[in-house]
């Protein structure tokens, strides 16, 4: 008995690997980033490492506008901050800043799509950890209408673990619970 419930645990374990895969590790993922969209946005966590490959997708032209979801609520989030403020004159593009209302990727989503809206975008990437593409996708294609790319960017990975356990409970809710945009 004690050995068929073993037996269990590890088939369960080896097929949730299969899943963290194929959905968090190497999602589904679009050709590449357009070459030309209206806005990329980037996601709120993950700081630079989510920001830095954003603002190389503007840098290269891809689009004139780089909107930064919630910055202010990581006090860390320095560069966002200097951007923000508008401290670099440098710049070749728009930075937009939001706040995220509800603050979820949910939230994002939704926020996003106003801004679309009232800016008349109608192409954007969103940047966020590769981890979270998946559910990211889901939660924008619920909600924004217009063409979508995502752009998955790397973690740091002795935080992956924790990231893949959390994004299961997440996508596990937001595919049966929380259906709405």
């Known amino acids: 008995m004690l050995r068929r419930l073993l037996a269990a645990l590890v088939m369960l374990v080896a097929l949730w690997l299969v899943a963290v895969a194929v959905l968090f590790v190497w999602p589904p993922a679009n050709s590449g980033p357009p070459a030309h969209a209206d806005a990329v946005v980037v996601l709120s966590g993950g700081r630079n490492w ?4 954003a603002l190389k997708l503007v840098e290269r032209g891809v689009a ?3 909107a930064i979801s919630s910055p202010y ?3 860390r989030w320095t560069k966002a901050h200097r951007l923000c403020q508008g401290l670099d004159g440098r710049l070749r593009f728009k930075v937009i800043c ?3 209302v509800p603050y979820s990727t949910r939230g994002e989503a939704e926020t ?3 801004l679309a809206q009232h800016n008349g975008w109608n192409r954007i990437v969103v940047v966020t950890s590769t981890y979270h593409v998946t559910r990211a996708r889901m939660l924008f294609r619920r909600c924004y209408h217009g063409s979508l790319w995502m752009v998955g960017a790397s973690s740091p990975w002795l935080l992956l673990p924790e990231e893949w356990a959390f994004e299961t409970g997440k996508l596990l809710v937001q595919s ?3 259906r709405a945009c």
């Open 112 to 114: 996003v799509t106003r």
């Open 176 to 178: 049966t619970v929380e």
């Open 98 to 100: 939001f706040q995220a």
């Open 64 to 66: 004139p506008v780089l």
């Open 50 to 53: 989510r920001l830095d490959p």
């Open 73 to 75: 609520r990581d006090q």
